[in-house]
């Protein structure tokens, strides 16, 4: 199992490839932005002529709840620290207070938001009879009961979300269009794969943005 994704995009957007079909316009549509946004990050390309298989980057919108340009929140919990939760994500203290403007260290509480700066995840996900499970790169797993319609997936996490209109419902989206992971009461499309909301809960913190999503 490969759960290495190229991730060579700027924080803020996330990778694509083009396939058949393909316009700018209707991927300004599909990702909720804008044509001259995707000219904007993609320097050089010509919209007339996109090539099958090449890669862009998709701008990211920006989000309500809370403004994060990598989209990638961590929800504080009990005993953590600034410096526990760099330790996790791979990035430094400095990096999390840059990114998280106005905050003091020592102040942190249960049920804060942060925005996490993107870093080589130390994990990946594999779905295989639904079973959900977690895959270190230490070589510790976690497995978790899961519904599962996508039998073949090959993708990553490109979007952490928290809609503040429903209560903090978490979901993670992919890069295939309308599928994502979710707890059982946010699911909005047919190919969303289903958790638990408890295990929903644990996986939104544990699971960086650019993490492998594959099927075994």
Known sequence: MNCNYNWNCKPGSFPYKIQKGDTL???????????????????GIDPSNLQIDSQICIPLPLEKYPTCMTTNYYVVKENDTIFSISKYFGVTVKQILYSNMGIEPENIYEGMILCIPIAPPPLCIELCNNIFKLKYTNGVEESFRCINPNKKLSSAVVQKELDSSTGGKKRLNLLLPNVSIVSEDARKNQNDIILSNEVMDYIFNKTPVGTGVVSC
């Open 25 to 43: 316009y209707a991927l300004s549509k599909r990702y909720k932005t804008t044509v001259e946004r995707l000219l904007e990050v993609n320097p």
